[in-house]
């Protein structure tokens, strides 16, 4: 079964440090993976983007791993701010369907 | 530039009340547009999917229904809500292979 698995479940950090957030899947095959921010009440905003053959990518205090042979990625936040409070969703996409399969996210706390 | 507006933002309504959602896009033709429900602590479980006008895929049985009158325009319904609907409504949109673009969503509250 197609599942994408985020952790930690919810993260609080200090204003100004950085944090690491996890996601695995298990979807194949596997077309891309994308990482959303999505604040409180409203849509999720794509961050990044990353198919098979990137290993890492970057969008300002934001980079994404990714690595396709253990069908892990990571979402790294370099120096905190308290707007990156929000929840982190992973999103992975089917190749043959199209089909985009979507982690419970990580609910992250910044805190001056 | 595309926008996708969904309204309302907020909504209460009664057990066995009638529900209509609407979305809309702009800046974009033949969309595939999406409807997703999304529980406290879950990811977004996907409702109904279309591909063109009046073309409406179901994913999971439930309480509720879409539809597609125009290219741009998609509608969640319900005739009698339960307390079960309760819950974050999202619609979205994307071409094949893209990403997902959401609206800013819908708090439905079933009193």
């Known amino acids: 079964k197609n599942q994408v698995e985020q952790s930690p479940q919810s993260l609080i950090i200090l204003e100004g440090k950085n944090c690491t957030l996890q996601c695995n899947y298990t979807v194949s095959p596997f077309s891309n993976l994308r990482w959303y921010k999505q604040d409180t009440g409203r849509g999720p905003v794509s961050l990044t983007i990353m198919t098979f053959s990137e290993n890492t990518k970057s969008n300002g205090r934001y980079t994404a791993t990714l690595d396709a042979d253990t069908k892990q990625s990571s979402l790294h936040i370099t120096a905190s701010q308290l707007s990156d409070s929000a929840s982190y969703i992973c999103v992975v996409s089917e190749e043959n369907t199209d089909k985009l399969i979507f982690g419970t996210g990580t609910r992250l706390q910044v805190f001056p | 530039s595309q926008t996708i507006h969904q309204w309302p933002a907020t909504l209460v309504q009664p057990v066995g009340s009638p529900l209509s959602l609407e979305c809309t896009v702009e800046?974009?033709?033949?969309?595939?547009l999406y409807w997703y429900r999304q529980a406290a602590g879950r990811g977004l479980q996907l409702l109904f999917y279309s591909v063109g006008i009046g073309q409406i895929s179901s994913e999971v049985p439930q309480n509720l229904s879409a539809s597609r009158p125009q290219d741009r325009q998609f509608i969640l319904s319900s005739k009698k809500l339960l307390l079960s609907d309760s819950g974050f409504y999202l619609c979205?949109?994307?071409?094949?292979?893209?990403?997902?673009?959401f609206g800013q969503g819908t708090r439905l509250t079933v009193v």
């Open positions: 800046g974009t033709s033949n969309p595939n």
């Open positions: 979205a949109w994307r071409r094949v292979l893209s990403e997902a673009f």
